[in-house]
C-alpha cells in the first residue's frame, strides 16, 4: 500500500476532507437557522479558538447553501492585508463577480462599476486614507471618470450613501436570479488580519452592510471573539471592557460557539493510522500515540485541532529523519515518550521550549531534572506550566536523568 503523502491541514485547500464536524447535525441546524429563522439584512459571528474548526464549518454550511440554490460569497480579508482599504477590496471583489449586474460607465454606472476597472487593481493603492470619510474615493472617482468634479460632487455628495444603496441594489439582483433566497457572504479569518482591517469590516457591517430593511444578505464571520474585542479595545486605546462588549454586540445579530467534538480521540486514531501505516497488531502504538496527544493536549489546554494534529504530524516527521527511534509505549502511560512530551510542550508553550531548548545549549551537561528545576526558578510560570514540565519531563518523570543536548546531537530535526 503506498503511504500517504502529508498534506496541508487547510480546509480550503481540501474542503472535502472534514476532521470533525461532516456528520455532525450542527451544520443542519445551522442551515435551519438561516432557511426559516433569520430575516435578512443580518450578521452572524462563528465564535472560536484558532484551530478549532471555524473555516471547515462555514465551508460545509458553504457547500449545504449552494446544493439549497443559495447564492454565495466567500471573501477572506486576510489575503488582502496589502489593500490600502479591506473593504474596498471586499466591494471590488464582489463587484467584479457580479459585473454582468452592474451598469457600464457609459450608462451612468456608479462606484461599484468602477471599482472592476482595470485602473483600481487588488491593492487600490489610489485610494488612501480613513474608510469613514471616503475622500479619497471621491478623488478616485473623479480621476477615473474624467468629469467635471464640481458636477459630480452634487452627485456623489454622499458618498457612503451611495455605496450603500449600490450594494443594497447588487445584492437585490444576485437574490433576484436566485428565486429571491437572501445573498451569504461569509468573512473568514477575521482574527489573523490585522486590527486595523479588522475594524474596518466591522464598522462596515455596522455602517454600511446592515443597515437597509431592504439588503437581502446575512453575513456569516468566523471570528475569535476574544482577540475581536482586543481589536476594538486597541483601535478605541482607553477604553472600558464593557464598551468593547457592547460594540461587539452591535455590529453581530448573534454569535454562534463552535461545537465541542468528543470524537477527537478518534480523528487522532484515523490520522495516525493513515499517515503511519505501522505493522501495529490491534493497533496498540495507534492507540497509545492518540491517548497520548489527546490528554496531554487537553492538560495544556490545547483546543485547536490543528494543533493536535500538529503534534502528530512533527513526530510523524520526527520519525522519519530518525528511524532507528522505538516508539515502544507501555500501558498507555503519557510519560512514555520523552520525544512526545517535548513535542506537546514545543505546541503549547512555544515560547517556554525555547527556552529549555536554549538552556540546555548553554549548559550541555545538565540533566533534565535540573533543567526544568531552573526553569521553574528563573520564569514566571503558569501553575499548568510548571506541573507538566516537572511530571512529564523533570523530577517526577521517567526522563529527570536525559541529557537534552545529547538528544539534540543524536536526533536530528527535533528541534
Known amino acids: 500500500m503506498e503511504e500517504k503523502k502529508l498534506r496541508a491541514l487547510d480546509p480550503l485547500l481540501y474542503p472535502d476532507e472534514d476532521m470533525l464536524h461532516k456528520d455532525a447535525q450542527f451544520i443542519d441546524r445551522f442551515y435551519d437557522l438561516i432557511e426559516k429563522s433569520i430575516q435578512p439584512p443580518y450578521a452572524i459571528s462563528v465564535d472560536g479558538l484558532w484551530g478549532t474548526g471555524k473555516t471547515t464549518v462555514m465551508k460545509l454550511l458553504e457547500d449545504k447553501l449552494k446544493k439549497e440554490g443559495y447564492p454565495v460569497f466567500w471573501f477572506n480579508p486576510w489575503k488582502y492585508r496589502q489593500s490600502e482599504n479591506v473593504v474596498m477590496a471586499f466591494l471590488q471583489c464582489l463587484a467584479a463577480e457580479h459585473d454582468d449586474k452592474l451598469k457600464p460607465i457609459s450608462e451612468g454606472g456608479g462606484i461599484l462599476t468602477l471599482l472592476t476597472q482595470p485602473g483600481m487593481d487588488a491593492g487600490l493603492r489610489v485610494i488612501t486614507g480613513g474608510f469613514i470619510t471616503l475622500n479619497d474615493v471621491k478623488a478616485a472617482f473623479f480621476r477615473l471618470v474624467g468629469q467635471d468634479s464640481s458636477d459630480l460632487l452634487k452627485r ?86 464593557m464598551f468593547s462588549i457592547n460594540y461587539f454586540r452591535k455590529i453581530f445579530n448573534l454569535t454562534l460557539s463552535m461545537p465541542y467534538s468528543p470524537c477527537i480521540g478518534e480523528l487522532l486514531e484515523r490520522h495516525v493510522r493513515e499517515l503511519y501505516e505501522w505493522h501495529d497488531p490491534g493497533n496498540r502504538k495507534t492507540k497509545a500515540l492518540a491517548a497520548m496527544v489527546d490528554a496531554r493536549c487537553l492538560q495544556t489546554q490545547i483546543y485547536s485541532v490543528r494543533k493536535h494534529l500538529n503534534v502528530i504530524t512533527n513526530f510523524y516527521v520526527f520519525l522519519k529523519f530518525n528511524p532507528d527511534y522505538r516508539f515502544e509505549p507501555e500501558n498507555f502511560d503519557p510519560r512514555d515518550d520523552f520525544i512526545i512530551n517535548l513535542l506537546i510542550l514545543k505546541e503549547a508553550w512555544h515560547p517556554l521550549y525555547e527556552k529549555l531548548i536554549g538552556e540546555s545549549l548553554r549548559d550541555p551537561a545538565a540533566s533534565m531534572e535540573e533543567l526544568v528545576d531552573r526553569l521553574i526558578r528563573q520564569e514566571k510560570l503558569l501553575p499548568d506550566q510548571e506541573a507538566f514540565l516537572t511530571d512529564y519531563l523533570g523530577d517526577d518523570s521517567p526522563f529527570a536523568d536525559e541529557n537534552l543536548s545529547k538528544k539534540l546531537t543524536e536526533y536530528p530535526a527535533l528541534a
Open 156 to 241: 456623489y455628495r454622499n458618498v457612503i450613501g451611495r455605496i450603500e444603496e449600490e450594494f443594497t441594489q447588487l445584492i437585490g439582483s444576485i437574490s433576484k436570479d436566485h428565486e429571491d433566497k437572501p445573498v451569504i457572504i461569509f468573512f473568514d479569518d477575521l482574527d489573523r488580519c490585522s486590527p486595523e482591517d479588522a475594524i474596518q469590516l466591522l464598522e462596515a457591517l455596522k455602517n454600511l452592510f446592515v443597515v437597509s430593511s431592504e439588503c437581502r444578505s446575512i453575513f456569516i464571520c468566523g471570528i475569535d471573539t476574544r482577540i475581536a474585542k482586543q481589536f476594538i479595545t486597541k483601535h478605541y486605546d482607553g477604553i472600558e471592557d
